[in-house]
């Protein structure tokens, strides 16, 4: 492997203060893909060190605009340029089918390139000032050092949301991804610096969330935490966030519902509840594992996703007719097996899957089927809670105002969807479903220009699109009195 497999600090490239490593293992078949720096508290802080003095010495956020939008369109084109190999080291980290990782490659570049676009384009406003002779306007400027954290379901894609508004807008940055899945960003850190991002501007540490992420989340010099992850997480970091009130961005989980109306194109439908869940085997936060079906459809429905999820393919990601790769890990397949089994417990009936497949061939990896769960109710956890695999459960719904309150029906507000050809109640049902995101007649569609992020306890802001870029500037009011007077009151 061609990496440098290091961290990457004031534009160094260097291993952990300890000494220490940690071995990256390929899902699929248990092997050791590579032995990478395991950092901790004191790696961090050199990072953060690093970061505040790049940030402080005002070089990168007095750089014009225009310069830090060209370097991080360079970026886009270099990551264009590796996509094959950016692609292959996503899918050996992750388990993802290669297909897919070319596809999130394509966003990636696409999200450098529409924030390379914006760069140049926050100069601010003048103010209509309500003073007679006086100028009153607003400029964004950088929040300053930034903490970004992400997790291991697409490790580059929610790297490249915090990397790529973070530069453009003139902040100095410690990434610290997922210690499961460091591979594709210590590759873009490769990339940033042959773009040339200066020293010290962006920096790299590896290794646990207790250590670096925890570090991040309370040093002081630190100025905003941009957290991609789970809630429990998110919590924490939030609580570890007020040490000195920094800024908090954070993109949890959610349990996203699919709502199917008797009225809408069956087969299309059908296919894209599928393609909704089981990519990378389900482990996405915006899935649409929540499937809520008019009655007078379900059972046909229903019928139809279990005949096409019997024949998905599984297998290794680099296979061309892989549909499906494995979980992530020995402890997260454990996981979804307890989200299964309590499903079970609680009375949903498993109408296919509901355990590892049988070929030897797959049984060095951490598969588990394709699995659906039909008379499922509000009442139970797995229809409150993340399962993060490759399963689905059913709800039955007799009326619209239904479907919607049992849509509502959660903590999380990621995403949700409605398929219908009735286009007034699709509109009806969206404006009511209290979510970030919400596709009438689609799913999982996302691109760089519409920002992404939840309500409820899905998170806090929002990443992608203008909204996106707004995160990571301080907006200031700067007022200037052009005929000066005493005021004489005292
Ligand atoms: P996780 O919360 O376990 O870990 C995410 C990151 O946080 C990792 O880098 C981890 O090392 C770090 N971390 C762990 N403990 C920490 C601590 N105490 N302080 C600081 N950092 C810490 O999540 P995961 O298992 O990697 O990812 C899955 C979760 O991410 C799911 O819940 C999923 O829904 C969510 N997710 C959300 C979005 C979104 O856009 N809303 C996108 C992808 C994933």
Redesign the pocket.
């Known amino acids: 492997m061609n990496l440098k497999q290091q961290q990457y600090i004031n534009g160094k490239w260097v291993d952990a203060l300890s000494g220490n490593t940690r071995e990256i293992i390929n899902p699929f078949n248990q092997e050791v893909i590579a032995a990478v720096p395991e950092g901790d508290e004191s790696d961090t802080r050199a990072a953060i060190a690093a970061a505040r003095e790049a940030f402080d010495n005002g070089e990168w956020s007095s750089t014009p605009a225009t310069e830090r939008g060209a370097i991080v369109r360079e970026i886009a084109e270099l990551i264009e340029r590796d996509k094959e190999e950016l692609a292959r080291l996503e899918s050996l980290d992750t388990g993802k089918t290669v297909e897919e990782s070319r596809g999130d490659m394509d966003d990636i570049s696409g999200v450098f390139r529409y924030y390379a676009e914006l760069a140049d384009k926050n100069g601010g406003e003048l103010i209509d000032s309500p003073v007679p002779n006086s100028i009153s306007r607003v400029v964004h400027e950088p929040v300053g050092v930034c903490g970004q ?6 490790p580059l894609l ?1 790297a490249s949301w915090k990397l790529a508004p973070a530069l453009a807008t003139g902040n100095t940055l410690i990434m ?4 499961t899945t460091p591979l594709t960003t210590i590759k873009v850190f490769e990339l940033m610096e042959e773009a040339g991002v200066p020293a010290g501007v962006a920096n790299l540490v590896l290794g ?3 250590t670096v ?2 570090e ?2 309370s040093n002081v010099d630190v100025d905003l935490i941009s ?8 919590k ?2 939030m609580q ?1 966030a007020s040490a000195n009130v920094k800024k908090l961005a954070l ?4 349990k996203n519902p699919n709502i199917i109306f008797a009225d809408a194109d069956f087969d299309t439908a059908v296919d894209q509840a599928l393609n909704g869940v089981f990519f990378h085997a389900g482990q996405i ?1 915006s899935a649409g594992t929540r499937l809520i079906v008019e009655e007078s459809i379900h059972d046909e429905f229903v019928n139809a996703l279990v005949e096409r999820v019997k024949k998905f393919k599984l297998g290794n990601g680099f296979d061309e007719d892989t549909q499906m790769g494995p979980l992530i890990s020995a402890e997260h397949r454990a996981k979804v097996e307890e989200y299964v089994e309590t499903g079970i417990k609680e009375g949903a009936t498993l109408a296919v899957g509901g355990s590892r497949p049988e070929e030897p061939e797959l049984q060095n990896g951490f598969f588990y089927l394709p699995t659906i769960f039909t008379n499922c109710t509000t009442d139970m956890s797995i229809v409150q809670d ?1 399962a ?1 695999g490759p399963v689905i459960t059913v709800e039955k719904f007799h009326t619209e105002d239904e479907a919607v309150k049992l849509a509502n029906d959660s903590i999380y507000g ?1 995403a949700g969807g409605v398929w219908t050809n009735d286009i007034p109640k699709a509109e009806r049902c969206v404006k009511n479903m209290r979510m970030g995101t919400v596709w009438i007649n689609d799913f999982n569609l996302y691109f760089p220009h519409a920002p ?1 992020g ?1 309500f409820k306890q ?2 806090i802001g929002r990443e992608l699109g203008k909204p996106g870029i707004e995160e990571y500037t301080e907006t200031k009011h700067i007022f200037q009195n052009l005929k000066p007077e005493p005021v004489n009151w005292f």
């Open positions: 954290i992400t997790p291991w379901n697409y929610q610290k991804p997922s210690e646990a969330g207790s992420g925890a991040l989340s957290f991609t992850g789970g809630i429990v997480t998110g924490k970091i570890a993109e949890l989980g959610g936060c993340e993060f990621l992404w939840g899905s998170g």
